[in-house]
């Protein structure tokens, strides 16, 4: 597998091609601190991770990310760049137009907000322990007051606005994880069974999971125990072959 760095708006990116192509490609959005720079990458330093990824590519997928800007929780500027990653990858290497997206925790709010700009170019989402809920992961937050803190801070830089008018704003968009509820595209969500960052949306995960059966959506639930993370790479490559039939 040959990787290679690039930037793109003065952000770091990294794209991993396989020895042999399949012609599909898969974005992956990660989490609030999973960093790119100008050496490597949090997916290629974490063990697990990268063993996911050179799973994908042993099945022939060309798999990308940025930095986005590092702790972003869906901020415009950061869906902004994740839609011209996309365009400049798709103008640039031999791949379908229409890719597949894993994204973990905080990513899943980029592509909350991303969804509606490449709505024709997504054919497959795996969400992993996702937050799909600012309101409600800042409400879990307020119970740690470091925490909370640092958040509103992250916030306060992404959204360009004062600290103190943050929560005002977030507190607008209780019910914006409903957009998972809608969105057409195939979607399986792994949650694992620790307690995780993002332990209060599950709520949440299984309001959008029953909500999508009752719509007749292709959706799927997994949870996934600590000792079994690292074979979670197959499972995606296998899940993202399911919904390819369509070009």
């Not at 700009?117 to 809920?133: E, F, G, T």
């Not at 004062?162 to 979607?187: G, N």
């Amino acid at each position: 597998m040959y990787q290679r760095l690039f930037q793109l708006e003065q952000e770091w990116c990294m794209i991993h091609y396989p020895e042999r192509p399949n012609g599909f490609a898969v974005m992956i959005i990660g989490d609030s601190h999973h960093y790119v720079d100008e050496k490597s990458s949090f997916w290629v330093q974490h063990e697990a991770r990268y063993k996911w990824i050179q799973e994908l590519t042993s099945k022939g997928y060309i798999v990308y990310y940025s930095n986005l800007y590092g702790a972003n929780w869906g901020s415009d500027q950061a869906v902004q760049l994740a839609r011209r990653l996309y365009q400049h990858v798709k103008r640039n290497e031999i791949i379908n137009g229409k890719i597949h997206i894993l994204a973990e925790g905080m990513g899943a709010l980029v592509l909350k907000n991303l969804y509606p700009k490449l709505a024709h170019d997504i054919r497959s989402a795996v969400l992993l322990s996702p937050c799909v809920s600012m309101y409600d992961h800042l409400e879990q937050e307020k119970e740690q007051k470091f925490f909370y803190k640092k958040v509103i801070k992250e916030l306060s830089f992404m959204l360009r606005m004062k600290e103190e008018d943050c929560e005002d704003f977030i507190s607008q968009q209780t019910q914006d994880y409903k957009i998972f509820q809608e969105i057409p595209i195939p979607l399986y969500i792994v949650q694992s069974m620790t307690l995780n960052r993002y332990k209060n949306q599950f709520t949440l995960i299984k309001d959008i999971y029953t909500e999508r059966l009752a719509k007749g959506i292709s959706t799927d639930l997994f949870f996934v125990l600590p000792e079994k993370r690292g074979s979670l790479g197959g499972k995606i490559a296998s899940y993202f072959s399911l919904h390819e039939k369509e070009l």
